[in-house]
């Protein structure tokens, strides 16, 4: 795993025990970790959270699609 993403995960880990979230589904950074951060190449934080940016929307698109068709 690259710095990049080690760093993000600390993050998410730090703000989830914060808030109090625990690590499921009800968590926001949930779909992050377990569905886009694999595909997620970049060299700087900044790089990683505008391809996060554009994953998400993919993956959103993706779900209402399937919701609705």
């Not at 880990?13 to 595909?39: A, Q, R």
Request: charge should be negative.
């Amino acid at each position: 795993m690259d710095l990049i993403k080690k760093n993000r995960l600390k993050f998410i880990n730090d703000e989830s025990i914060k808030k109090g979230y625990t690590f499921g589904d009800n968590n926001p950074y949930f779909v992050e970790v377990y569905e886009l951060m694999d595909k997620i190449e970049a060299d700087t934080m900044e790089e990683y959270l505008t391809k996060l940016e554009l994953e998400r929307n993919k993956y959103e698109q993706t779900a209402k699609n399937r919701l609705y068709g």
